[in-house]
């Protein structure tokens, strides 16, 4: 644990937090992707299977239940019990664009072949992608509220954390994760022009919008 990955989880989970408080408090999942929320749930879900047969401390644990629950939470609010707001008719990304090739990608180029090995690796690749349907629908609709600006920011800047995370370990640990880094990268790449707009509209309390 470095200070990086501390405040990396932290933004992590503040982004959660942000997005379901945001759901709950307008009784509305309105400008939220939901295809995007079904690719984190099977990030979640495939990277911390490892949850009932590695156990590292509490903290470990603990923050792996908390994102596999409230993945599904998300869901159930978007799907189930605020489905009159989803929109459907924006959320339009071909998600299995995405799947197949992860997948592939996952079965092909892995440190080891074992069943939780994969699907970990599955698991990195397909976070470095997962925002992809939410981004679109963003663009697609023109704009985003500032509500669900702060939760994307604080998703991208997560990742952008995590980089420098793995800065610090290799050059004070030796250690660093090749695959992890590739994808965290494409993944903090994916988000440089929302991080641009949001520093320089939202900030200012400016609308965010994007172009079409």
Request: charged residues 15%.
């Amino acid at each position: 644990m470095n200070v990086f990955r501390l405040t990396g989880d932290i933004s992590h989970l503040l982004a959660i937090i942000i997005l379901l408080v945001k759901i709950w408090k307008t009784r509305s999942c309105a400008g939220i992707s939901g295809r995007s929320q079904i690719l984190f749930a099977l990030v979640y879900t495939a990277r911390y299977l490892d949850l009932f047969t590695n156990f590292i401390s509490i903290y470990n644990s603990t923050m792996k239940i908390f994102f596999i629950a409230t993945s599904y939470a998300t869901i159930y609010l978007m799907y189930v019990k605020f489905k009159a707001t989803y929109d459907r008719n924006h959320d339009t990304f071909r998600i299995e664009f995405l799947l197949i090739p992860v997948i592939i990608l996952g079965l092909v180029v892995n440190h080891e072949f074992t069943p939780l090995e994969v699907l970990w690796t599955f698991s990195i690749y397909l976070e470095s992608v997962a925002i992809l349907p939410q981004l679109f629908m963003v663009s697609k609709t023109g704009e985003a509220e500032t509500i669900t600006s702060h939760y994307l920011f604080c998703l991208g800047s997560y990742r952008a954390l995590y980089i420098l995370n793995w800065v610090y370990r290799y050059y004070f640990e030796g250690f660093y994760d090749l695959i992890a880094i590739v994808a965290g990268v494409v993944q903090t790449v994916l988000y440089c022009d929302f991080f641009y707009l949001y520093i320089t509209r939202v900030i200012k309390g400016k609308a965010l919008k994007l172009p079409a």
